[in-house]
């Protein structure tokens, strides 16, 4: 769904504060760019005990960074404006062609064996821990388009048909993420970005509430913590809830 204007231009002020915050802690990273990868790196991996390794770069084959554990694969391409686009546009979504679906394509191709593309080593490694699970019957490899933009028709048939054609191959499955889902994600709880949370979490009597003298541990409704993000998004994990799930 297509945000209002409003809810685009506050996210994108929220994004880029997120942004700069990522360069300020680590300024290597340089770019709005190098920073939006990294944000989503760390979104859409599969959790600190899995193994995320980010590729991007010369011989990347459209793999900006992926994420491994248990015969479970996630792979992402990020996409992003320019700082200077961002700021003075930050209600307007950047339109994509359909030259943004060649790196999935690309990616896809290689991981799967139908390319003779030349990878760097990072890529390389992941093709072979792909090819050796692959058969396996709990094989599967999420590929994130995340674009902080919007495609235009044209992509958008592209990226349908690419997604249909390996959804032909099994546990194969193609996500995009546009500059909507982000958005709004940033836009959730940012009313409330400061002062206590309160929070209604239903648990189950019969197990209670495990304490200690600064955590306590219990079973909740995943519904309640989701009704909870929603008021008060990201900052709800600043109090270490855990699992935060991927």
Known sequence: MELDPAILEKGTDLLLKQLQELIAQSPDLGTIHNAFQAYSTNRYSLGSSANTVESGG????????????????????????????LEANPSVPKIFGPSVVNDPRDALQYLFGESTAKPNDRVKTLYAHVQADRNSDDFLLTFHLLVYGRLNERATNAFEALKAEYAKKDRVILQLRTIDDF???FVLGSDHTTGKIEADLG???????????????????????????????????????????K
């Open 203 to 245: 648990y189950e009597s019969d197990y209670g509430i495990m304490r200690a003298k600064d955590y306590c541990y219990f079973l909740a409704n995943a519904a309640d913590l989701f009704d909870t993000f929603r008021s008060y998004g990201w900052r709800l994990f600043d109090l270490n809830v855990r699992y935060e799930i």
């Open 58 to 85: 010369k011989g990347d084959l459209g793999i900006d960074f992926y994420s491994s554990r248990d015969r479970r694969y996630v792979v992402g391409q990020c996409k992003v404006p320019a700082q200077d686009y």
């Open 183 to 185: 958005a709004g994600e």
